[in-house]
C-alpha cells in the first residue's frame, strides 16, 4: 500500500550540490519518521539521515555537514540537498519510512539513520555519481 519513489538522481562533478526528492502515497497518519540511506558497490548501506513527524531531523556523525534532509508534509515530499559532493558520495540512494532502527542487533523503532534496519518502507533508490 505504502509507495516511496526517488528522483532528481544523477552525474555531478566533484565540490557539486545535489538535491533528491522522495514522493510518498499511502502512509497514514501513524508514520514517525522518514529518512535517507545510501548503498555503494561492494559497500554496507548506511544511514545518510532521518527526519520526524515533528519536522526534527537527525544525521549520522559521518554525514553531519554537508548533507541536509526537510521535508514538505502537505505534498508527501522528503528531500536531500547535499552539497560539496565527492566521488565517495556516489552511491544508491534510498527513501525509507517508518523502519526499525538497529542497535548491537536490538531493534525498536526510533527515528535514527544507522547503519542497520529492520523492516521498514523502501523505494527503489536513484543512482548518483560524482565524478
Known amino acids: 500500500h505504502v509507495q516511496l519513489m526517488e528522483s532528481g538522481g544523477g552525474s555531478v562533478e566533484a565540490g557539486g550540490s545535489l538535491r533528491l526528492s522522495c514522493t510518498a502515497s499511502g502512509l497514514t497518519s501513524g508514520t514517525y519518521c522518514m529518512g535517507w540511506f545510501r548503498q555503494a558497490p561492494g559497500k554496507e548501506r548506511e544511514g545518510v539521515g532521518a527526519i520526524d513527524n515533528n519536522g526534527r531531523a537527525n544525521y549520522p556523525d559521518s554525514m553531519k555537514g554537508r548533507f541536509t534532509i526537510s521535508k514538505d508534509s502537505a505534498k508527501n515530499t522528503l528531500y536531500l540537498q547535499m552539497d560539496s559532493l565527492t566521488p565517495e558520495d556516489s552511491a544508491t540512494y534510498y527513501c525509507?519510512?517508518?523502519?526499525?532502527?538497529?542497535?548491537?542487533?536490538?531493534?525498536?523503532?526510533?527515528?535514527?539513520?544507522?547503519?542497520?534496519?529492520?523492516?521498514?518502507?523502501w523505494g527503489q533508490g536513484t543512482q548518483v555519481t560524482v565524478s
Open positions: 525509507a519510512a517508518d523502519w526499525e532502527y538497529c542497535s548491537r542487533g536490538f531493534c525498536y523503532p526510533s527515528c535514527r539513520a544507522g547503519r542497520e534496519t529492520r523492516s521498514g518502507y
